[in-house]
């Protein structure tokens, strides 16, 4: 891509130095969690050699220090993802926690017996389970959407379930982990509130690849993870209307998210404090928001074209190896590449290819009723990050095909001559 160059963002990264199993690393799990470039551990470490201690109790000059600083984190995620105002922004621990709480507090006051929670065939478990429990308890019912033959959202089968149904709540992922396919939030959005219901996007594998504007989207939450982004783990965001996070009753309860407490009962603390008991992860949202600050600093709609770019060469690669099939390889996509090879267990080929120094992932990757209903136990994911390279891919399309042959040669003579024993 014309003006990008990964060689020079690399040198951001100093894991991606390292040698695994004494070749030089090739990372390509990035939906699993991404490397974190050198500002995001240095403001991890500066926080604690210079302004440890804890927020909002401000009697003191470092609690003020680590206050502020945590208070422009969440400004710098506001901006991140457009939103009008930083009471909507809610730091949490990832995207799971995001969506357990809306389910929890949001949709526990909502649903009704009889109600309907629509997600799709191809969400994380993360986008799954959390309604399942809810529903359960409140006698609804969760329904999948169906996907087309090319793996996308199918938005005439979505059409008819919106009408059939009319849910109360239509929760979907931005982006496919699995597949990397990107899903059409602003129609799915629009065509939902149509029928009145709430929208509830799941950014985890999206907003490090696709520039994110929650007003545009016009969704009402908006969750995603630092570490997908460049960030530390243990640290997300949820980002939700005023209007309706200010009529959701308090998730969990403790210090912080209070305004009085007695015996005779307690009054809760104004957005975003409400839903933040006990001590945030102070550290960790500061540098989620250096992370965030170091990705709008490059070119996002360069990053974008470069991992697009290095999914259509392991793409056009990986077509040319006998017996492989590549799910979802047509629409449109943000540098997932998830195929099955023919008599060939993925877990094999994960296998070998780290002794290689690649890293990818096999399995159904938290996404068990999409493998069904692709017919598949599980695949082998290659997801491309901003560091990336083409030289990289080719290394991988090469490992790769040596590796398969060596798994159906191992399949077909005994891997030991029994009978020199
Ligand atoms: N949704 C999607 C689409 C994901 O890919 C993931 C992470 N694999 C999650 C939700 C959950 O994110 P986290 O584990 O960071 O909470």
């Given amino acids: 891509v014309k003006g990008f160059d990964p060689s020079k963002i690399r040198r951001d990264f100093p894991i991606l130095s390292s040698k695994i199993n004494g070749q030089p690393l090739i990372y390509l799990d990035n939906a699993a969690t991404t490397h974190k470039p050198r500002c995001v551990i240095d403001a991890l470490s500066r ?24 208070e422009a984190a969440r400004e710098t995620v506001a901006q991140f993802i457009n939103a009008t105002d930083t009471a909507e922004i809610i730091w949490t621990r990832g995207a799971t926690e995001g969506i357990n709480l809306i389910a929890q507090s949001y949709a526990d006051s909502v649903l009704c017996a009889g109600d309907t929670v629509l997600v799709s065939m191809m969400e994380h478990h993360a986008n799954i389970v959390p309604w399942q429990q809810i529903a359960d308890k409140k006698q609804a019912q969760v329904l999948p959407i169906p996907l087309t033959q090319k793996g996308e959202l199918d938005l005439v089968a979505y059409k008819n379930l919106l009408n059939k149904h009319h849910p109360k709540i239509v929760s979907i992922t931005h982006v496919s982990n699995a597949m990397g396919i990107i899903n059409p939030v602003i129609e799915i959005t629009h065509l939902a509130k149509m029928v009145g219901a709430t929208v509830i996007i799941d950014g985890a594998q999206a907003a490090a690849h696709e520039v994110v504007d929650v007003q545009k989207i016009g969704c009402d939450f908006y969750v995603f993870s630092g570490h997908k982004c460049y960030g530390p783990t243990g640290i997300g965001v949820l980002w939700g209307r005023k209007v309706l996070m200010e009529a959701m009753p308090p998730w969990q309860s403790g210090g912080e998210m209070i305004e009085k407490v007695s015996f005779s009962g307690s009054t809760f603390n104004r957005l975003p404090f409400k839903f933040e008991a006990g001590t945030p992860p102070i550290a960790d949202a500061i540098a989620m928001a250096e992370a965030l600050r170091y990705l709008d600093s490059l070119d996002r709609a360069a990053i974008s074209a470069h991992e697009k770019q290095l999914r259509q060469l392991a793409s056009t690669l990986c077509q040319k190896i006998d017996g492989l099939t590549i799910l979802a390889a047509e629409p449109e996509n ?88």
């Fill in 47 to 70: 926080f604690y050699k210079l302004n440890n201690s804890n927020v909002h109790r401000g009697s003191h000059t470092l609690s003020n220090r680590a206050t502020s600083e945590f």
């Fill in 334 to 421: 943000v540098g997932i590449l998830s195929f099955t090879v023919a008599g060939v267990h993925h877990q094999d080929l994960a296998t070998l290819l780290d002794q290689s120094g690649i890293a990818i992932r096999s399995g159904h990757h938290c996404t068990m009723p999409l493998m069904a209903y692709l017919g598949c136990d599980g695949t082998v994911r290659a997801s491309f990050a901003l560091y990336n390279t083409a030289t990289e891919v080719e290394r991988f399309a090469e490992v790769l095909q040596q590796s398969i042959a060596q798994l159906l040669n191992v399949n077909l003579t005994p891997a030991v001559d029994l009978r020199a024993t």
